[in-house]
Nanobody, 119 residues
Framework: QVQLVESGGGLVQAGGSLRLSCAAS????????MGWYRQAPGKQRELVAV???????NYVDSVKGRFTISRDNAKNTVYLQMNSLKPEDTAVYYC?????????????WGQGTQVTVSS
């Protein structure tokens, strides 16, 4: 079983910064990608940033230039550095891990961490 434990959420004023962490543990096969999604009240969950095993990154347009995703392979931990935060970034942020065992793809989710940006 794979567990994803997130930390780093909280309340911050607009313009501030937060760093989210997601530590993966358990029987992890070959990691395809790790990323962050978010879901604001009344909205669908959306991809924020993803980092593939090959080092490629992808960001939703609204966070480009402000958020940076990175990974510590030795710790199986992915980070999301969020700068210049805006009230519209307020959401529950979820960590996501996709892996492959040679036959099928697996997908895991963290429990979510609340990020609230006040104006």
């Amino acid at each position: 079983q794979v567990q994803l434990v997130e930390s780093g959420g909280g309340l911050v004023q607009a313009g501030g910064s937060l760093r989210l962490s997601c530590a993966a543990s358990g029987s992890i096969f070959s990691v395809i990608a790790m990323g962050w999604y978010r879901q604001a009240p009344g909205k669908q969950r959306e991809l924020v940033a993803v980092l593939t095993s090959g080092g490629s990154t992808n960001y939703v347009d609204s966070v480009k230039g402000r958020f940076t995703i990175s990974r510590d392979n030795a710790k199986n931990t992915v980070y999301l550095q969020m700068n210049s935060l805006k009230p519209e970034d307020t959401a529950v942020y979820y960590c996501n891990l996709q892996s492959w065992d040679g036959r099928r793809k697996y997908e895991y989710w963290g429990q979510g961490t609340q990020v609230t940006v006040s104006s």
